[in-house]
Every structure is written in structure tokens, then in C-alpha cells.
């Protein structure tokens, strides 16, 4: 699996975490980026957990893990400063606090914390891992690693699945195949293209390629997205105009990694076919 698919998968197993089970991933990261110094923590008692949900005792490193995805942003940013202030309170010499979270900070958040946290606070490292943080520091483990951490789904012999493949039209309809995909089969053209054909085929496969890769850095912009789903639309246009249709669909649990025990995940699968008649339905 290449790196950027490899991101994208953990993002994917991250972004469907909710809160002890997000916590316990966090932990599980701890563990592998500082072995023999992470140490779990959890509410027990009145005072709780002391409002730390992890710590290295050794380097002074205080985590705060929080599953905030879909949470308004005056709640985000009270629980921030409540374990922050909550946690240099309790505990003695805290070199770094790092806020973890599966969602992208939004800029308010981010403005609070440079323009009023860090400045009452010189004397600690304040730090948000979002998700796409989280994502490229996971995917930048090894294998093994990265299979502790998140927990992904493997099996020792992945069951074959017929998937129905759909008449794509436009890049709105053929966006939440790119965005949700890890990988691509081969796809499937006519055999009798000519040089021109080829050509054509080889530029959107292509360009489909391209927008799923960045789909997850540009995903939280509205406008970005209709960009690129106007592109997409422009793209089918061009195989229109020279006859071609797409049908595409996206297979679930595909085996991304050999071996005996490989990932699974979500691949996309395009077919070119040329225009007879009605190109309706699926294929």
C-alpha cells in the first residue's frame, strides 16, 4: 500500500472512533510513540481523572484525547481550556499538553489557543493533533505499529463480492466514490481504442486519481469540493464527446496489502464502455 492509501485508511478507522474507543486508540498511539514511558489514565474516584487522560512520566508529555467531531466550537473550545488550566493544576512540571481529536480544528479554535492560551501558558508547549495529524504521524509507523493502533479489520483469506457498477454522469455522483475509496483496480476499457481513445481514457483515469488522493485534504471546503466535482463533470464531458461512458462503483473489504493478513478497505473500479444506445442503469 503507498503512503497516501495507507493515510487514508487510518483517517477513515479514526474518523469513525467515539469516545472511550477513541481514547483507548489514543492510548494505543501513546504507547508505540513513547514505549516505556506512556501511561494510560483513567476517571476513577472523586476527582476523576485528574484531567489527564495520559501521560509520559519521563518526558513530561500530558494528553488530553477528545472525539469532538460534530461538537459546536464554544464546547470544543471550553473543554480545551477546562482540561489545560484542569491539568497544570493537578500535576507538576508539564513540558508539553497535547490536545487530540479525530476532527480539523477549525480556525477559532485554532486562534484561541495561539491568541489566548499560549500566551498565559509560556512556559508549557501547547499542542492540537487533529486528525490529519494523527493520520500522518499513525501511517508513518510500521505495519505492525500501525495495525496496533488503530485496530484495522485483516483476514487471513478476504471473500470475493460482485459490485454493481453505476452510469456516472456527473462529478458530484462520482465524488463519493474518490473521497471514499483507499485504492483503485485496474480499469476496464475497450479493446479496440484507437490512439486518440487511449489517450482520453488514460488523462481521466488519471485525473480520477488525483482528485481521490487530495479528496481528504480538500473534503472540509465546500467550495473546493463543487470545484472539483465541476472538473470531474467536465472530464466525463470529454468522454461523451468521443463516444465513452464511465460506470464505476466501489468495492468494499478488497485485500490493500499482500501477505497473510492483509489490510481491507474500499477501492474504486471504473469501466470505459463505448456509447450504444442508452448508457443507463449499471454494468
Not at 122 to 148: C, H, M, N, P
Not at 219 to 226: C, F, G, H, I, W
Request: glycine share 8%.
Amino acid at each position: 500500500m503507498d503512503q497516501n492509501s495507507l493515510r487514508k485508511l487510518v483517517e477513515g478507522q479514526l474518523l469513525r472512533l467515539e469516545g472511550n474507543a477513541f481514547q483507548d486508540c489514543m492510548d494505543r498511539l501513546g504507547m508505540e510513540l513513547y514505549p516505556g514511558d506512556y501511561e494510560p489514565v483513567r476517571a476513577a474516584g472523586p476527582k476523576g481523572d485528574t484531567k489527564n487522560d495520559g501521560y509520559c512520566p519521563k518526558a513530561r508529555v500530558f494528553f488530553a484525547a477528545h472525539a469532538t467531531r460534530g461538537e459546536r466550537i464554544d464546547r470544543t473550545k471550553a473543554k480545551i481550556r477546562r482540561d489545560l488550566e484542569g491539568c497544570l493544576q493537578e500535576h507538576r512540571d508539564v513540558r508539553v499538553w497535547r490536545f487530540l481529536t479525530n476532527d480539523t480544528a477549525p480556525g477559532e479554535v485554532d486562534q484561541f489557543i495561539d491568541n489566548e492560551l499560549r500566551p498565559l501558558y509560556r512556559g508549557v508547549i501547547i499542542e492540537v493533533w487533529g486528525i490529519k495529524t494523527l493520520a500522518d504521524v499513525i501511517s508513518k509507523l510500521k505495519r505492525d505499529q500501525v495495525d496496533r493502533i488503530i485496530d484495522v479489520i485483516t483476514v487471513d483469506d478476504p471473500e470475493p463480492h460482485v459490485v454493481a457498477l453505476n452510469h456516472v454522469k456527473t462529478g458530484r455522483d462520482l465524488w463519493p466514490i474518490l473521497s471514499g475509496c483507499l485504492g483503485w483496480l485496474e480499469h476496464i476499457e475497450p479493446d479496440d481504442c484507437s490512439d486518440e481513445e487511449q489517450d482520453v481514457i488514460d488523462s481521466a483515469v488519471q485525473a480520477f486519481r488525483d482528485w481521490s488522493d487530495i479528496s481528504s485534504d480538500i473534503e472540509y471546503s465546500r467550495s473546493e469540493v463543487r470545484d472539483a466535482q465541476r472538473s470531474i463533470t467536465e472530464i466525463l464531458k470529454e468522454l461523451s464527446g468521443n463516444g465513452l461512458v464511465l460506470y464505476a462503483g466501489m468495492g468494499q473489504d478488497y485485500p490493500l496489502t499482500s501477505g497473510p493478513s492483509p489490510f481491507l478497505g474500499p477501492v474504486a473500479i471504473f469501466k470505459i464502455a463505448r456509447v450504444r444506445g442508452g448508457a443507463e442503469g449499471t454494468h
